[in-house]
């Protein structure tokens, strides 16, 4: 490669072969140390203690206005709600204390709505309790809030979790706030998604309406939504969880102009006519043939198109990644990669309490030929960016690698603009929902 004979006898060859040594070694070192630096450029912690789970959303928001900031909520390990925020010009990082001490789960995480004046409204939740909400007083402040609120209230006979909530400026601002509800207490029998909605800003709400009925199918079903911000929402939803049985198929349908439709476009019923049978929606992937179970992770809504990410579970050490999306009459899917076994770390003489909880993988709604995703590495979970090429082959690249801890649970800051992505995700040890110890990143994707 040098132009150098090492079968030479000479002390030529040795001052040749120790610059060839130094070289290198100068070489990797600098390879390392940049690397290194890179990194620690690109990367931040938001938080040393903190969890969520990954079906209340938005649970991190960009925002600007006169601040240009980043406001994410998320559970720490004594079970405190709260809220941050990240001032992206100064980075300066604080945080707000929603509800203290509501329970060491992360069900209960925030989702975060911004108000059109710059306000924030937020919602969490109990895990199968009630639902709350609070308004900050002031526009991109958290240092203040009004009196926190039960939007949804628990009673002998239902409870409730999860909080996504969605506006749409072409119904006058209306907010739509979509979880899960179940009941009676003393079984757990029946599952539903529930829907109400306001129109002043949360001061007043709807009664509460039955979105999917799980028709006492004894599983609970998990949703997420996705909306173009004027006139659709997106539902991409399970009739189950994948841990109570094989059958667990993955759904889509939508909603506009007071009415729900299948991916194609047909009617399924009007608002007014709500619920909906879980079995009565086409489906993405359908479980019962093979009795491969999955799960969802995510959904984007581009240009009409809806985008998804789930996982398939042929084993429940075989957590295997998929994309799809709705290519004219049919859903167009993609086996991305077999993402490992469970995520949850256990230790000695530990039971696996949540073997169906995959490291994660998400999409960029702006651009959703590409994902983020969690997998496992040389016994590490690490972040991966996949992009779809020609609709054909996935190029890949970690953006996390030989870490000494987990990296799990991604998640694509919501609305920020196209020239201004930001990733975040949790690290650290994750043994179950109401045990963890764990810290949120946020990394600038402008650099890739």
Known sequence: MFGIDFKRKSILSNVELSFLRNFFIIVYFISTVSGFIQAQNRADTLSSDGAWCWF???????????????????????????????????????????????????????????????????????????????????????????DERIVCRESEEF????????????????????????????????????????????????????????EG????????????????IDFLFTDGHPKIGPDVSTYHMYFEHDSFFQTNGKFICALENLPIPI????????????????????????DGIPYVTYARYPTEHNHIYHYAYWQQDHWQDHEIVNSGSWMPSLRQGDMVREAHYSGGIVLDPLHPQHVYLSRDVSGKFEIEHCELQSGIYWKSELLTNNSGKNNVRPYMVYGAPTDRRFLMWMQGEYRHYTEFDTQLILVSLEEK
């Not at 709350?132 to 240092?143: Q, T």
């Not at 992937?285 to 999955?294: D, F, L, M």
Request: aromatic residues 12%.
């Open 159 to 214: 409870r409730y979790c999860y909080s996504n909530p969605v506006m749409l400026k072409g119904e006058n601002d209306r907010i739509y706030l979509i979880g899960r509800k179940v009941g009676p207490t003393s079984s757990f029998e029946h599952w539903w998604h529930y829907l109400k909605y306001s129109d002043d800003e949360g001061m007043t709400w709807s009664e509460e309406m039955i979105l999917l009925d799980n």
């Open 217 to 232: 199918r004894k599983n609970p079903p998990y949703l997420k939504v996705a909306t173009d911000h004027q006139s659709r």
């Open 56 to 146: 209340s959303d938005p649970r991190a928001i960009y925002y600007k206005d006169e601040k240009e900031q980043i406001y994410f909520g998320y559970i720490n390990s004594v079970g405190d709600v709260l809220i941050g925020v990240k001032d992206i010009e100064t980075g300066a990082v604080h945080e707000f204390v929603l509800h203290d001490t509501l329970e060491v789960d992360d069900h209960n995480v925030t989702s975060i709505l911004i108000l059109p004046d710059g306000r924030l409204m937020v919602f969490y939740n109990e895990h199968n309790g009630n639902v709350y909400m609070r308004k900050s007083a002031f526009p991109e402040s958290i240092d203040r809030w009004e």
């Open 279 to 302: 079995k009565s929606v086409d489906k993405i992937y359908n479980a019962v043939p093979t009795q491969i179970r999955s799960w969802i992770w995510d959904i984007a809504l581009k």
